[in-house]
């Protein structure tokens, strides 16, 4: 607390300099002057941060033309960040594919791709695919491996602190796999590992039909279910990391599971197998009546499922992604059930990124990390309230 | 962000005296040169700071022989928080009884009462004696209404903002009920509503059986069961207030009520007769074999709504408590079930406050108010952290 007022000059240093490089990232290419007015900063003040950044190579004088010129008299001095000066990955490892997505430091996507990898694959394969899959984007984009400032990586499971997966039913030996040490092997930057539906949650409030909220369900429909969850803007990923595994509520219901229920011949369907799962789909909507079971069964599993999180969480907001994205009619069925067992019954959405939601959520959660060591305003104020809390 | 680096002296001045006194309250009697070493202030500064709490009735000097003075030579002058500069309410308005807590700024109970009140009482009755309770309370410790700085009030329902309840199945004439407002004609302080539920969990996070977690559901396990989660020490109170409302999970399952379940007649009990259900624990405690059934589907519709809420909020501890803690025997078959369906089983502990718990998470949101306000590096810093995220 002593920090607090005790005038720190090397803190006050970050803060300014972190100040001072969020309003030039929000304006469009500022001048000093316009500087010293967002940040409220003294004018040497402003020039001495902006100068230590341009020798970091953070911010460049704007080229003639560049920004707002058609003021009278001398054109002053503009200047902005530089969003070519690193780069971020957004990796998806999925049961089927691996696919990422390269962006500059603003998150504007440069590039993507993208490799199937058998269902069956071991752990290391599946990793060896996902090299593969970087070596490519990083070699057709022309982006140095170094300029890499951090990478996120988003895949089932439950994921620990340090990219390790504690659990995951859907891939093949990836429960205890150290996902995160291996990964950084490939990379000098940090790498950040996360839940597949925690990303996804994150990319729709990003970038998708949740950016209206900061309250949030994101459900990954799908023969095993996930859920991710935002209270208050931030990632609720669980005191173990394991919140919205809701797999097992089919359990609890006594109630048959998905694979069950979406079968129209009493076999069930293999838990991964989204090709017959969209035939059901496909048969239900062509009218055959045994898949309409089927799919009326799945719904009001899947009803449940939302209801149970809707019931613990209170959303504003809920995402239906994952495959059952593409069932048309699931929206109102779950709209009709939902106001009927929930006392405040939330908005209910489809993903509005589909296949790139758990990617494109990666992609956020490396920008974001990149953005606390940037502008470090936030966390040096949220790391000074903790000190004051204790 | 201006106000972050560019010096509002005002602004510093509060921070200072909220830094002094949360110092002041934590230490045992401090010098001068205690708080100089704890806060990091300058001399001049704190000795300001503290001369200008003496004046609002804070702080006062602490009399000779209270504090550490057996050190050697002239003894220092020694300062502490006057916890009886005021007065606080935490008051529990229940289906049968309203009760309240008294204390002082410290968060110490000074003196409780309580009433029972008609389970079908009208709203104005309820709050009558709510009135009663409160005069009797002030009339019997001499405290005089004027020294209360803030009320707490918990009791079944959603809450909005301001005081009003939403939704409350469990009370009549209760949905609707301006209860805030109508409160604060009583008093000039503030008053703050909050859910029963989630009151009881901030208590048993406060003084109960959760103090070393900051991830915890509060289960009120009842007929009319509702649930209250803190997540990283912060009551979770949802986008709409309505979080933890589980009372729906039994209709989602297609399953009975615990009205219907604890039935040994197959006529449902009603909502809300506690002495009934009270019978049939004890009459299963007895061995009689249609009530034990009746406990057995009970506790597997609890394992059931518990499973829910923490397959969706991963905690590191749930709390049971309301009518079903005096339950025997509920602790092992929920440790087995969650152990078996959750794939992070959190840690399950009965209520340690009983019967106490709502009326003292009440007073503790009075004291957290009264807190924010006093002592307000927090709330100050956390307002910043807000504008520097914009």
């Known amino acids: 607390m002593g920090r607090l007022t005790g005038g720190d000059p090397s803190l006050l240093r970050r803060i300014n300099s972190a100040v001072v490089l969020q309003a030039l990232r929000a304006a469009d290419s500022p001048t000093l002057t316009d500087?010293?007015?967002?940040?409220?900063l003294s004018r040497p003040t402003v020039e001495g941060v902006v100068e230590g950044l341009i020798e970091t190579g953070l911010v460049v004088e704007a080229a003639a033309g560049e920004g707002a010129t058609r003021r009278q008299g001398r054109p002053a001095r503009r200047f902005r960040f530089r969003t070519e000066a690193g780069h971020l990955l957004g990796i998806e490892i999925g049961?089927?594919?691996?696919?990422?997505?390269?962006?500059?430091?603003?998150?504007?996507?440069?590039?993507?791709?993208?490799?199937?990898v058998e269902e069956r694959a071991p752990a290391d394969?599946?990793?060896?695919?996902?090299?593969?899959?970087?070596?490519?984007l990083l070699r057709r984009t022309g982006v140095a491996r170094d300029s890499l400032r951090a990478v996120g990586v988003a895949g089932p499971g439950i994921v620990e602190a340090d990219g390790t997966v504690?659990?995951?039913?859907?891939?093949?030996?990836?429960?205890?796999?150290?996902?995160?040490?291996?990964?950084?092997?490939?990379?000098r930057c940090p790498v950040l590992v996360e839940n597949d539906a925690n990303a996804a949650a994150v990319a729709e409030h990003w970038q998708g039909v949740a950016t209206g909220s900061d309250d949030i369900v994101f459900v990954l429909a799908g023969l095993s279910p996930g859920a991710g969850s935002l209270i208050g803007g931030r990632l609720h990923r669980g005191f173990g990391g394991a919140a919205g595994e809701i797999g097992a509520?089919?359990?609890?219901?006594?109630?048959?599971?998905?694979?069950?229920?979406?079968s129209t011949t009493g076999e069930p369907l293999h838990p991964l197998d989204e090709a017959q799962v969209a035939a059901v789909f496909a048969a239900a909507r062509d009218g055959d009546a045994q898949a309409r079971e089927a799919v009326d069964r799945f719904i009001r599993r899947l009803v449940h499922d939302v209801a149970a999180l809707v019931l613990a969480l209170d959303p504003e907001l809920v995402v239906i992604g994952g495959w059952a994205a593409g069932l048309a009619g699931v929206l109102e069925p779950l709209r009709r059930e939902l106001a009927r067992?929930?006392?405040?019954?939330?908005?209910?959405?489809?993903?509005?990124?589909?296949?790139?939601?758990?990617?494109?959520g990666a992609l956020r959660l490396a920008l974001d990390h990149v953005e606390g060591e940037l502008f470090a305003v936030e966390s040096t104020v949220t790391g000074r309230r903790r000190t004051a809390a204790r």
């Open 35 to 40: 500087l010293v007015q967002v940040t409220g």
């Open 95 to 116: 049961p089927h594919r691996v696919a990422a997505l390269l962006s500059d430091l603003g998150g504007r996507v440069l590039d993507t791709a993208q490799r199937p």
């Open 125 to 136: 394969e599946r990793l060896e695919r996902v090299r593969a899959v970087v070596a490519d």
């Open 166 to 187: 504690r659990l995951s039913t859907a891939l093949p030996g990836w429960t205890g796999f150290p996902l995160g040490e291996r990964l950084r092997r490939s990379f």
């Open 249 to 262: 509520l089919h359990l609890l219901g006594r109630e048959a599971t998905p694979e069950k229920l979406l």
């Open 341 to 360: 067992y929930c006392l405040r019954p939330p908005q209910v959405a489809l993903s509005q990124l589909g296949e790139a939601a758990v990617a494109t």
